[in-house]
């Protein structure tokens, strides 16, 4: 099988991932942080092993910022419901996830809060003037993509984040399609919160995330509950990382995601070079077949198409016969689709990871050759 899945999740795993995984389950598979005996011990520095990487990753010195959590998703929901507050107005953009849409959607239809999405350019990009023509005394957060998980486009989080200082408010970048491809900076852009999933690009397995939070920006636990500190207390801690780690951590999957990480930074620039070299050749050559829209541009990481009149599901089902794993669909991002027009049948989307060949992207190019013919 011939894996172009990568922006859902990435595979296969280096070894290493599933090594350290194993090695944490048959030699540290105590509770970390829970007790004081050796094995609790060695437990708790494999999770703050991965939580100072992951600091350092991110530029940010005091470790404790970083929260482990299952995954992006859950890492932008406890972001989002962590600072907003009844009678805010909140900023997101046509181009979100449904990860970052529903949880706005469901306050902005109760009344909690009031919503503006902002549309992209014609070429994909969401423009700072038009985040800072949204803007409205009560803004209190801007959740935006850094990259579009069916686009492929690299947004500016910096000049998002000038917007957001000039306007006293937050921002909340979710990485999901970028950690572990391209450097983060998140204080260097103005970013307040930045959402991201181990099991993508970081190489780390299912169930695994992890959130910064800013120096000076407090968030309200989205779940409480025992976090092996203050257990004297029947309140939630306040200091982080405890306020936002109830209950018992994925142990196994930090000890993975580890791993994984430091095979995926290692290697991050000659990656991702690789990568949108290989969506660059697919992208010329499905535009030059007959009757097929390509909606990605050139650089990006991953490609989004359709084929004449079948439909992307249909297509991805071929692609599958021919023992290649493409997805069709909305993605779960309907409001791309909006802008690009094709919510009613979605895109294929194409995306290459670590170990893609050259074959293998030739390969989707004759299948779909076959299709148009």
Not at 30 to 47: D, K, M, T, W
Not at 97 to 104: E, G, I, K
Not at 141 to 162: C, I
Not at 350 to 369: H, K
Request: charged residues 15%; hydrophobic residues 40%.
């Amino acid at each position: 099988m011939i894996y172009l899945d990568n922006a859902a999740t990435s595979f296969p795993k280096p070894r290493e991932t599933a090594a350290a995984m194993m090695e944490a389950l048959a030699r540290y598979g105590a509770n970390p942080g829970r007790a004081g005996h050796a094995l609790a011990v060695s437990a708790g520095r494999i999770v703050e092993s991965c939580r100072e990487a992951i600091a350092q990753m991110l530029g940010e010195q005091d470790a404790s910022r970083v929260v482990f959590c299952q995954n992006a998703t859950d890492a932008l929901n406890t972001a989002i419901h962590g600072v907003v507050r009844t009678g805010d107005h909140v900023i997101a953009t046509l181009l979100e996830h449904n990860s970052v849409l529903r949880p706005l959607s469901e306050l902005s239809r109760s009344g909690a809060i009031t919503l503006t999405l902002v549309p992209p350019d014609a070429q994909g990009q969401i423009r700072a003037a038009d985040i800072e023509c949204a803007m409205l005394p009560n803004t209190r957060l801007v959740a935006m993509t850094h990259m579009s998980n069916v686009l492929g486009t690299l947004q500016d989080a910096a000049a998002v984040g000038e917007v957001c200082k000039r306007h006293g408010a937050l921002l909340l970048l979710d990485c999901a399609q970028t950690a572990g491809h391209v450097p983060l900076a998140p204080k260097k852009w103005g970013c307040h919160l930045l959402a991201m999933p181990g099991h993508k690009g970081l190489l780390g397995p299912h169930g695994t995330g992890a959130l910064w939070i800013a120096p000076g920006v407090r968030v309200a636990p989205l779940r409480q509950g025992g976090t092996g500190s203050a257990s004297e207390s029947m309140f939630q801690p306040r200091m982080l990382p405890d306020s936002l780690e109830s209950g018992t951590l994925n142990l196994p999957g930090i000890a993975g995601l580890h791993a994984g990480m430091r095979v995926a930074l290692q290697r991050m620039h000659e990656t991702h070079g690789r990568i949108t070299a290989l969506c660059d050749l697919l992208r010329e050559e499905l535009l030059n077949l007959p009757d097929v829209r390509v909606y990605t541009p050139r650089g990006a990481s991953l490609v989004s198409f359709n084929a004449g009149g079948v439909g992307s599901q249909e297509m991805a089902a071929l692609l599958d016969g021919a023992h290649i794993a493409a997805r069709g669909g909305l993605h779960c991002a309907p409001g791309v689709h909006r802008f690009l027009g094709t919510l009613d049948g979605g895109t294929v989307r194409v995306s290459p990871g670590m170990y893609t060949t050259r074959a293998d992207v030739l390969s989707v190019i004759e299948c779909v050759r076959k299709v148009t013919n």
